[in-house]
């Protein structure tokens, strides 16, 4: 489909008076899956990286860390403009205290999202006050679909209280009822208060959100045994007809009143969700924009690494002590499995890991471990394999220990941060700022005194900036209650999950990328 059609598409005002103004704002519309060439090319790359590439066997270190590094390519060339097909549906509030320019907002941003959806993509809209409604049922967001959508839009009006589960699981429903789904699957839910009709504790909503996404495929492939797999020991049951294909849930919270502890819990209870802070009224269509495209430039799904210790390797006293990282699975013998989701365009993930090295003297590279990762390759719609890859360092008979590697370095700083952040939250939470503020300062120190960081490393100093950040929301407990306790799950989760999150047209991150910022500022209303 070419840009002059795509254009076409973005034909549906409300009424003729409207039509030029819309029409002439930039068109968001991409071409699709059906229509774009095929690239054959790996669109997922793995590395990996030893914290130093020698270890004397007489040196005070018997163990040490490594990472393991997965990139995602960009789009090629010829698909510059091209994306996966998404089926997107929003549950959004319209209670009471949303009237006035939140909702005002809130439709400018929907309205940007049907512009940036293409006619096999699929748009649905679930509105939730004291009930939850189904406005626009999900369908694809075909020219005439779009200007029944948008009528619709501009129509709603709010009323009610927050039954925020009964516009959830709507919205879930909605996406069970497509008989033929498209790879990528969200949830959109944006709410400006705390749940106080239907379910309202934490706990239940996320037991909730877990069983809209349990279905039996999904536990017979975490069930699976290594025997039952491919001969690299990954689980390769990956469903091609996307029809059990998990759903990610995007949490949008509307300035200082809403539970940023639900919100981040809930969506972290599905493979790729993501917590926003949306301070300001007008952040709301940049917070969108940027979820929009990261699901609109996903490359890669159901990403599963494993990492094993050759039998040689741990004949020689080599042991994995730990992987840093929440889905790890420890299968015995020395293989641990990682789920990993799904990956957008430029996208890189770490995976830090600690390990006994081996005791037997070596002056050439000894193997310590091997990496190797399954996935499904959404631009090529094929189950992909990358490595194995091998993480080998040499045991010379002395005391000396090369150089440290900064990359894993930072990534140690990295996961100390996170769980700094995390920390420092429930401190604030329990305890008050003060004490929360003396850790932001013991972690931002740690950061600053560490090699990386005195060599200019970019994570480092985005770790760090990152911290100061959270400190200016923690100042008092007035700053915390309405800004710093939000602002700083948005943080750690950024970093937690090593993807963007960027919640205004200020944000900064380490994890950003360009087809994210890009649509972000489509969406940004015009001044």
């Avoid at 194995?388 to 150089?403: G, K, L, W």
């Avoid at 013991?442 to 480092?460: E, F, K, T, V």
């Amino acid at each position: 489909m070419s840009s002059s059609q795509g254009l076409d598409d973005w034909t549906f005002p409300s009424t003729e008076e409207e039509s030029a103004s819309i029409l002439d704002g930039p068109s968001l519309h991409v071409t699709h899956l059906d229509a774009r060439p095929s690239s054959q090319e790996d669109v997922l790359k793995l590395s990996v990286t030893p914290k130093h590439k020698s270890i004397g066997i007489r040196s005070d270190t018997s163990w040490t860390s490594a990472c393991v590094t997965i990139l995602a390519s960009d789009l090629p060339e010829s698909f510059e403009n091209n994306t996966s097909a998404v089926d997107v549906t929003v549950a959004l509030d319209i209670s009471g205290s949303m009237q006035g320019q939140k909702l005002q907002d809130c439709i400018t941003t929907l309205e940007s999202m049907l512009r940036a959806l293409g006619p096999i993509d699929r748009f649905g809209l679930i509105t939730f006050g004291s009930e939850a409604s189904v406005v626009v049922p999900a369908a694809l967001m075909t020219k005439k679909s779009k200007k029944a959508a948008l009528r619709k839009i501009k129509a709603l009006r709010t009323k009610g209280c927050t039954n925020l589960s009964g516009g959830l699981t709507l919205a879930w429903q909605e996406m069970m009822l497509i008989d033929s789904p498209n790879p990528v699957r969200s949830v959109f839910l944006l709410t400006d208060g705390q749940a106080n009709e239907g379910i309202t504790s934490t706990p239940e909503l996320v037991n909730l959100v877990k069983s809209f996404n349990a279905n039996p495929d999904h536990e017979a492939l975490a069930r699976m045994s290594i025997s039952e797999s491919n001969v690299n020991g990954i689980p390769t049951a990956i469903a091609l007809d996307h029809k059990n294909a998990p759903v990610s849930l995007f949490c949008f919270g509307y300035g200082s009143g809403h539970n940023s502890d639900m919100l981040r819990s809930i969506s972290q209870a599905t493979p790729g969700g993501a917590y926003y802070f949306v301070e300001n009224d007008s952040d709301v269509s940049t917070a969108f924009g940027d979820a929009m495209g990261g699901i609109l430039s996903v490359m890669a799904q159901s990403a599963v690494l494993k990492i094993s210790v050759p039998p040689a390797a741990a004949a020689i006293g080599v042991k994995i002590r730990d992987i840093h990282h929440d889905a790890k699975v420890d299968r015995g013998n020395g293989l641990f499995t990682v789920s990993l989701g799904d990956f957008y365009a430029e996208e890189s993930r770490d995976v830090l890991l600690d390990l006994n090295l081996s005791n037997v003297p070596s002056d050439t590279p000894v193997p310590h471990f091997q990496a190797s990762l399954s996935y499904m390759d959404i631009l090529n719609t094929r189950t992909a394999v990358a490595g194995p890859v091998e993480c080998s360092i040499a045991r010379p008979d002395c005391n000396e220990v090369s150089e440290m590697d900064m990359h894993v370095e930072s990534q140690w700083l990295r996961v100390c941060t996170v769980r700094e952040l995390e920390s420092a939250d429930l401190e604030a939470q329990q305890l008050g700022v003060g004490p929360a503020l003396e850790r932001l300062e013991r972690a931002a120190n740690l950061i600053q005194d560490s090699p990386a960081y005195m060599a200019g490393n970019g994570l480092s100093r985005a770790l760090e900036s990152n911290i100061q950040q959270v400190r200016e929301g923690f100042q008092s407990e007035r700053s915390y209650q309405s800004r710093g306790g939000h602002s700083s799950k948005n943080v750690f989760c950024s970093l937690k999950n090593q993807r963007g999150m960027a919640s205004s047209k200020t944000s900064t991150g380490p994890y950003q990328t360009k087809r994210k910022k890009a649509m972000a500022s489509k969406f940004a209303p015009t001044v």
